[in-house]
């Protein structure tokens, strides 16, 4: 059973325009939600993250919203550019301590920016 | 600035074989994971551990064992690797409530 879901396995936009990737979540017991970017051959790296007590967060072109009622989170990346190509990850961890720290991710989205 | 390393980045084992990935971290993060990534399956985690001398199991441990002995290592084994092992491996580590920082990954093929 998916607890963490990106339902679009890849997106296309022209350069310059915003890119929203989605990601919904079953489990009320997640608190906190990341997100990673993926190049081919490297390691997910960690983008932007936001706790449940909030509704948005912003960093430079990246913003996150969390709908806590629709246990929905997006990612706008506004402008999108040709090196924010990658593989986007979303991710979820409990609240606590102990083992509520690991993450449960989705299967990701493959954002293709268009020059 | 090493931050996670993973070693080996590549193998290739045959079927039934044993190996062991190894996970370093130079953070002194407390928390230390390992996940496979397949095609269209995302990241899966196998183990974890939330300190040294402890582990747990993760969504998908069967066929493999790991790890704490230190704290800035973690080791993962195959005991007896199957063609269902083929995969690329994570290593990750975080701090205590903080984003996990992953390795470069294994790519590991069993024939």
């Known amino acids: 059973d998916q607890q963490v879901k990106q339902n679009s396995p890849s997106l296309s936009v022209q350069e310059g325009r915003i890119s929203i990737l989605n990601c919904d979540y079953t489990?009320?017991?997640?608190?906190?939600f990341l997100w990673y970017k993926k190049y081919p051959a490297e390691g997910p790296t960690f983008l932007i993250s936001?706790?449940?007590?909030?509704d948005k967060n912003e960093d430079g072109r990246f913003t996150v919203f969390l709908n806590k009622s629709a246990k929905h989170l997006s990612l706008h990346i506004v402008p999108s550019q040709p090196g924010d190509s990658a593989v986007y990850f979303c991710?979820?961890?409990?609240f606590g301590g102990g083992s509520n720290y690991k993450l449960t991710f989705g299967k990701g989205t493959l954002l293709t920016v268009n020059p | 600035n090493a931050g996670v390393t993973q070693t080996p980045k590549f193998r290739v084992l045959k079927t039934g074989q044993s190996m062991t990935l190894l996970c370093a971290q130079d953070?002194?993060?407390?928390?230390m994971y390992w996940y496979r990534q397949d095609p269209g399956m995302g990241l899966r985690l196998i183990h974890y551990?939330?300190?040294?001398?402890?582990?747990a199991k993760g969504e998908v441990p069967d066929g493999y064992n790991v790890s704490r002995l230190k704290k800035q290592n973690f080791l993962l084994g195959l005991e007896s690797a199957a063609p269902s092992q083929t995969s690329v491996y994570f290593c990750?580590?975080?701090?205590?409530?903080?984003?996990?920082?992953f390795g470069e990954g294994s790519r590991l093929t069993v024939l």
């Open positions: 990750a580590s975080s701090g205590l409530g903080r984003e996990l920082f």
């Open positions: 489990n009320s017991m997640f608190d906190y």
């Open positions: 936001i706790s449940s007590i909030k």
């Open positions: 991710a979820a961890r409990g």
């Open positions: 953070m002194n993060h407390e928390y």
């Open positions: 551990s939330v300190g040294e001398g402890t582990t």
